[in-house]
Each structure stands twice: as structure tokens, then as C-alpha cells.
Antibody, heavy 118, light 111 residues
Framework: QVQLQESGPGLVKPSQTLSLTCNVS??????????WSWIRQPAGKGLEWLGR???????NYNPSLWSRVTISLDTSKNHVSLKLSSVTAADTAVYYC??????????WGQGTLVIVSS | QSTLTQPASVSGSLGQSITISCTGT?????????VSWYQQHPGKAPKLMIY???NRPSGVSNRFSGSKSGNTASLTISGLQAEDEADYFC???????????FGGGTKLTVL
């Protein structure tokens, strides 16, 4: 079955770039009809959709973050990557990757906690 | 602040039924049949429980059901069991550039 696993540094300094990777197994990120999304959840708060990328490489981003966020595919490794630049403490959150089928998130990773602190 | 409104908490006794609401607008819940519900236990990945308002994925108990009326979607859990105690949140497709909007989540306590 499809499994997703996020990985990356758990601590990032303010003003630096947060970089995370989502390893996908059980499906090819370069085929099919899924969108690969990133979502985050600050402690004690609700979930926030960051953006998504289609198998073709087409992206959509949350307008509140579009100038800082980049999502890309690494088809050789079957990875989906997230980069968030100029981070602040407000970017501290659990970050999830998920696959978006036709209208819902059908598979999720376990999530990875990223703390922004000097 | 979440776009879809859910109660912060609900509770019910073993064997009883509960309903969790998810209120949006005519730009999301009210205009699309793309409402989904997720169960999340502490420290675990969210699990899809209902999609397209009323559909259950394979393997999800038929004790879980979904519905929608106007701008409000609902998740009903019947015959509450101890393992149902978890956080539940809704998601809707939206016509805005956000594409996917979330509820704030509801903590279900099984008494």
C-alpha cells in the first residue's frame, strides 16, 4: 500500500530555509492522478494547507505563503520536497505530506516536528 | 484560525452515538461534495474515515457515516467504542486559491 514518510532537520534557525523530504513508497510520484501536498499544524492549532504538486510538476500554493514556499518532485528518488524560506518562530509546526486524490487526502505521513529557534 | 468551524470537543458514552458538525460557506462545503473526515490519534498520522461527504474507504467501520446539509457537513459515529476516542477534523475542497480548507478539529471523549 501507499506509504509516506517525512524527514528533515528538526531544528531550523530564524531567517534560514526549512527543507523537508517526503519519501513515497507503493506509488510512483511521476504517474497516476494524485497531487502531492504539504500540510502543517502548529501546536494546539488547526491544520494549514501549504501547497501541492501534480505528477506533471504543476504547483499550487497557499497565497499566504506563496512567496516563501517551493514544492518539487525528485522522480529518481520518488521524493516530494518542501522548501520554506525566511522562517520565523511562527513556522514551528508538525509538517505532514499527504496525497490528494480527487477531493480528499487519501494517504498521510506520520508528520515531522520542525522547531524554528536560534 | 481555521476556515471550517467544528466544536472543540464532544463526548459520548460507550455504545451511544455522537455527531460532529463542520460548518463552512457556499465557497467550500456548500458548493462541493468534496468533504472528507479524518481520525487522528495522538502522535499518529491522520486516517481517512469519510470522503465525498458520505463514502467510507475500504476497511472503515460502518459505524462511521457522513452527511451534508447546506454549508454544514456532519460526521456521525454510532455504537461508540473506546478506540474511537481521538481527534476528528474535516476538510473541504474550496473554490478559492486555497484549494483545501480545514476544520479546527474536534476532540472526542468516550466516557
Amino acid at each position: 500500500q501507499v506509504q509516506l514518510q517525512e524527514s528533515g532537520p528538526g531544528l531550523v534557525k530564524p531567517s534560514q530555509t526549512l527543507s523537508l523530504t517526503c519519501n513515497v513508497s507503493g506509488a510512483s510520484i511521476s504517474s497516476g492522478t494524485s497531487y502531492w501536498s504539504w500540510i502543517r499544524q502548529p501546536a494546539g492549532k488547526g491544520l494549514e494547507w501549504l501547497g501541492r504538486i501534480y505528477t506533471s510538476g504543476t504547483t499550487n500554493y497557499n497565497p499566504s505563503l506563496w512567496s516563501r514556499v517551493t514544492i518539487s518532485l525528485d522522480t529518481s528518488k520518488n521524493h516530494v520536497s518542501l522548501k520554506l524560506s525566511s522562517v520565523t518562530a511562527a513556522d514551528t509546526a508538525v509538517y505532514y505530506c499527504a496525497s490528494w486524490g480527487p477531493g480528499y487526502f487519501d494517504h498521510w505521513g506520520q508528520g515531522t516536528l520542525v522547531i524554528v529557534s536560534s | 484560525q481555521s476556515t471550517l468551524t467544528q466544536p472543540a470537543s464532544v463526548s459520548g458514552s460507550l455504545g451511544q452515538s455522537i455527531t460532529i458538525s463542520c460548518t463552512g460557506t457556499s465557497s467550500d462545503v456548500g458548493n462541493y461534495n468534496y468533504v472528507s473526515w479524518y481520525q487522528q490519534h495522538p502522535g499518529k498520522a491522520p486516517k481517512l474515515m469519510i470522503y465525498d461527504v458520505t463514502n467510507r474507504p475500504s476497511g472503515v467501520s460502518n459505524r462511521f457515516s457522513g452527511s451534508k446539509s447546506g454549508n454544514t457537513a456532519s460526521l456521525t459515529i454510532s455504537g461508540l467504542q473506546a478506540e474511537d476516542e481521538a481527534d476528528y477534523f474535516c476538510v473541504s475542497y474550496a473554490s478559492s486559491s486555497l484549494l483545501a480548507v480545514f476544520g479546527g478539529g474536534t476532540k472526542l471523549t468516550v466516557l
